[in-house]
């Protein structure tokens, strides 16, 4: 399941962070991670879940790219989309780099959402 996002956790940093720890554990030496502004969810089903005069939830995406053997690009992609803050992964592209060796490259867009405290003044 995925976690619903709450205020103050810095969701985004964990999220980074446990991407990281996944592509130690796995040995990679080839990668890279960004991530891009959260662009903010709207409409009735956030205002289900949280007071939208208060707080905004944001989706926020990173850019993942992994370049190593084939099992070793498989199983990193497994772990991310297992991270409970991982809400989806939207985009993923895998392309051999070379046709002599087993090396792939992935990149991999996994989202997750943050709960932000809104400004005084609420919504914007």
Same mark, same amino acid.
Do not use: H
């Given at each position: 399941?995925?976690?619903?996002?709450?205020?103050?956790?810095?969701?985004?940093?964990?999220?980074?962070?446990?991407?990281?720890?996944?592509?130690?554990?796995?040995? *990679?030496?080839?990668?890279?991670?960004?991530?891009?502004?959260?662009?903010?969810?709207?409409?009735?089903?956030?205002?289900?879940?949280?007071?939208?005069?208060?707080?905004?939830?944001?989706?926020?995406?990173?850019?993942?790219? *992994?370049?190593?053997?084939?099992?070793?690009?498989?199983?990193v992609l497994a772990d991310v989309?297992?991270?409970?803050?991982?809400?989806?992964?939207?985009?993923?592209?895998?392309?051999? *780099?070379?046709?002599?060796?087993?090396?792939?490259?992935?990149?991999?867009s996994p989202e997750t959402w *943050?709960?932000?405290?809104?400004?005084?003044?609420?919504?914007?």
């Amino acid at each position: 399941g995925v976690l619903m996002p709450e205020a103050g956790t810095g969701r985004d940093r964990v999220v980074s962070e446990r991407i990281r720890e996944i592509l130690t554990d796995r040995g *990679v030496r080839d990668s890279r991670i960004s991530q891009q502004r959260g662009t903010e969810l709207k409409g009735p089903d956030v205002e289900k879940l949280v007071n939208t005069d208060e707080f905004s939830v944001e989706r926020v995406v990173f850019s993942v790219e *992994v370049t190593d053997k084939a099992s070793t690009v498989m199983g990193v992609l497994a772990d991310v989309e297992r991270l409970p803050e991982v809400a989806a992964i939207g985009e993923v592209t895998l392309r051999k *780099v070379s046709r002599d060796e087993d090396r792939v490259q992935l990149i991999m867009s996994p989202e997750t959402w *943050v709960l932000r405290q809104r400004e005084r003044g609420g919504r914007r």
